[in-house]
């Protein structure tokens, strides 16, 4: 079992940054990937950035590559997207996700990009 807290949302102006974090607690060792999720009113959850844990690869959706970036952390067990030159598209829920042999969700941090 993988337990995920989400921590770092709020509410920021175009152009903005802001920085995500999310601690993982529990089989962590069994942890193959790591990733971002993100789901706006309306729409699907769509992936946003992932990392695999073992060799620190990193890939993201188009559009926001170049301005978030994934990263982790082993010694503190958390997995960190720093977001950049934020848009008003960027308005969601995001969630955390960590794949073992199952798939385990964190509860979700809201982002609003507003003037």
């Known amino acids: 079992q993988v337990q995920l807290v989400e921590s770092g949302g709020g509410l920021v102006q175009p152009g903005g940054s802001l920085r995500l974090s999310c601690a993982a607690s529990g089989s962590i060792r069994s942890i193959d990937r790591m990733g971002w999720y993100r789901q706006a009113p309306g729409k699907q959850r769509e992936l946003v950035a992932i990392?695999?844990?073992?060799?620190?690869?990193?890939t993201y959706v188009d559009s926001v590559k170049g301005r978030f970036t994934i990263s982790r952390d082993n010694a503190k067990n958390t997995v960190y997207l720093q977001m950049n030159s934020l848009k008003p598209e960027d308005t969601a829920v995001y969630y955390c996700?960590?794949?073992?042999?199952?798939?385990?969700w964190g509860q979700g941090t809201q982002v609003t990009v507003s003037s």
């Open positions: 990392i695999i844990m073992n060799v620190g690869y990193t």
């Open positions: 996700n960590a794949i073992t042999t199952s798939s385990y």
